[in-house]
């Protein structure tokens, strides 16, 4: 299926590593030019020079902490001309409500609540003058089946999620799509680390982490590049007629009692 996205420029935010980085070089596949930002320079640098030479299109790199609005600011001047924005940056720590303290769970905001919606105010005011563009949040399931064990992330995703939904029934008036991706249990460092982290406690092991994973649905976990199929058509005219949606991309588990 042809996607007409080659030329199209794309900003992905936390585009140094797993699920950001499958976006990226989904969306580089395509033939689109490709902005990538997060905090760490080298791999953002990294994975520009390997998608330079895959798929011989324009990458640029946005080192930066788009947990400070200073940041958000300078990202938006420098790629305002987006077509398409991919909001990925952000990892909310797991933790019951008495775990999770006042400066964790704001510094985590920070960056994956208010980084989404601050960078999304910029480049949608840009979009909206144009009259196209197109916003992508990747959330999380957590959002749609709270864990208490998970509260700040819970939390954090149920108000992404409805601000994807609010802003995505009126920006289509504008010649604007706004959508969300949850993931499910995707096979990232962060994952993992989870899986371990369980082992350790249900098992004793942490390196018997696979036993955690084998729980899920097929007994598998997702890959990062099947989310970013999600969002490379998300993005293109082949999904015109959709905004306001959030697409669920866990192989079922959410659905499970």
């Known amino acids: 299926m042809e996607l007409e996205l080659r030329g199209k420029k794309v900003l992905v935010t936390g585009a140094s590593k797993g699920i950001g980085l499958a976006c990226a070089q ?77 400066k964790t769970w704001r510094h985590a905001w920070e960056l994956k609540v208010f980084g989404y919606v601050n960078l999304t105010r910029e480049l949608y005011a840009r979009m909206r003058e144009r009259r196209s563009g197109v916003i992508i949040n990747i959330i999380g399931v957590a959002g749609e089946r709270p864990r208490a064990n998970y509260i700040a992330g819970t939390a954090g995703n149920a108000s992404l999620m409805a601000f994807t939904r609010a802003l995505g029934s009126e920006s289509v008036d504008h010649g604007v799509r706004a959508v969300g991706i949850n993931p499910g249990a995707i096979e990232t460092e ?55 949606t959030i697409v669920t991309v866990d192989n079922g588990q959410s659905l499970r009692r």
Do not use: T
């Open 26 to 102: 989904a969306f580089a596949a395509e033939g689109a030019r490709v902005a990538i930002a997060a905090r760490n320079e080298a791999a953002l640098k990294a994975a520009s020079e390997d998608m330079q030479r895959r798929y011989k299109v324009e990458v640029s790199v946005h080192p930066m902490d788009l947990g400070k609005s200073e940041s958000v600011l300078a990202l938006a001047r420098a790629c305002g001309d987006a077509d398409v924005l991919v909001n990925n940056a952000g990892a909310i720590p797991s933790g019951s409500l008495a775990e999770v303290d006042e």
């Open 190 to 244: 962060r994952v993992i680390d989870h899986y371990r982290e369980a082992a350790a406690r249900e098992l004793g092991d942490a390196s018997r982490w696979k036993e955690i994973q084998a729980k899920a649905p097929a007994r598998r976990s997702g890959q990062p590049v099947q989310i970013a199929e999600v969002a490379a058509f998300l993005a293109s005219p082949r999904a015109s007629f959709i905004s306001g």
